[in-house]
């Protein structure tokens, strides 16, 4: 059993960058891949990024790319997302997940889940 615990999130102006960071409890944590999905109330669960288990790949939802950067430090177990010129419709709760299969982009193939933080960005 993962378990998944995120942070970083907080109040940002639009064009203001913020970095969520994923800590996993599990010492196999290198044996997953990594991904960072947010969703808005009502809204289903949207893909953000993904990254495979060794860091070679990267894989980004169109609305986040060149903007945002996953990445992961298996030695720490961490997997961080740096988000860069943050706009309103970023707003929302995000969520890390580990899985077995990259590049994953709907929620349903992860495994494991973080309990969110919210992130808002204000105009």
């Known amino acids: 059993q993962v378990q998944l615990v995120e942070s970083g999130g907080g109040l940002v102006e639009a064009g203001g960058s913020l970095r969520l960071s994923c800590a996993a409890s599990?010492?196999?944590?290198?044996?997953?891949?990594m991904a960072w999905f947010r969703q808005v109330a009502g809204k289903e669960r949207e893909f953000v990024a993904a990254i495979d288990w060794t860091s070679s790949y990267t894989y980004y939802a169109h609305s986040v790319k060149g903007r945002f950067t996953v990445s992961r430090h298996n030695a720490k177990n961490i997997v961080y997302l740096q988000m860069n010129s943050l706009k309103p419709e970023d707003t929302a709760v995000y969520y890390c997940?580990?899985?077995?299969?990259?590049?994953?982009?709907?929620?349903?193939?992860?495994?494991?889940w973080g309990q969110g933080t919210q992130v808002t960005v204000s105009s």
């Open positions: 599990e010492r196999t944590f290198n044996r997953y891949a």
């Open positions: 997940a580990a899985g077995d299969s990259y590049p994953a982009t709907t929620w349903l193939r992860y495994n494991y």
